[in-house]
């Protein structure tokens, strides 16, 4: 959001939506609160789901996720993946059946798939994929 100089991103089980973590894991309720007031308007300000816009379009991310994550509800990396494709910012989402939230039944081949991603867009520096619909 504040435009750092990057060319790729890697985000692996992202916490995208404070205001549905709360619902997900309320245990984290009291935390929000002392760490930043825990307002609705604070969470929706940490959240990239409320901002997906604000985001350059110019930045490929890989979104990493792992359908056995009691920490991060995997509908919400989704659920981004949603708004990343409304927003024309590229991505790819990938989902690890019944992983944790490190990935760690299939760390090698996570790891593996993000070195994959920084070599196409920063070290060869491959042109960003067609958003735009096409095809015959």
Do not use: C
């Amino acid at each position: 959001k504040k435009r750092l100089p990057i060319k790729a991103a890697v985000a692996v089980a992202p916490l995208t939506n404070l205001v549905d973590a709360v619902r997900f894991r309320p245990e984290l309720k009291p935390l929000y609160k002392e760490m930043f007031g825990g307002s609705l308007e604070e969470l929706k300000k940490r959240s990239v789901q409320y901002w997906v816009n604000a985001l350059p379009k110019r930045v490929p991310i890989l979104l990493v996720q792992g359908t056995g994550d009691w920490r991060i509800n995997a509908h919400e990396t989704i659920k981004l993946a949603y708004k990343f494709l409304d927003a024309k910012i590229p991505y790819r989402l990938t989902m690890y059946e019944g992983a944790d939230h490190g990935i760690r039944e299939f760390r090698s081949e996570m790891i593996q798939s993000a070195i994959n991603w920084f070599d196409r867009f920063v070290k060869r520096r491959e042109p960003l994929p067609n958003l735009k619909p096409h095809g015959d």
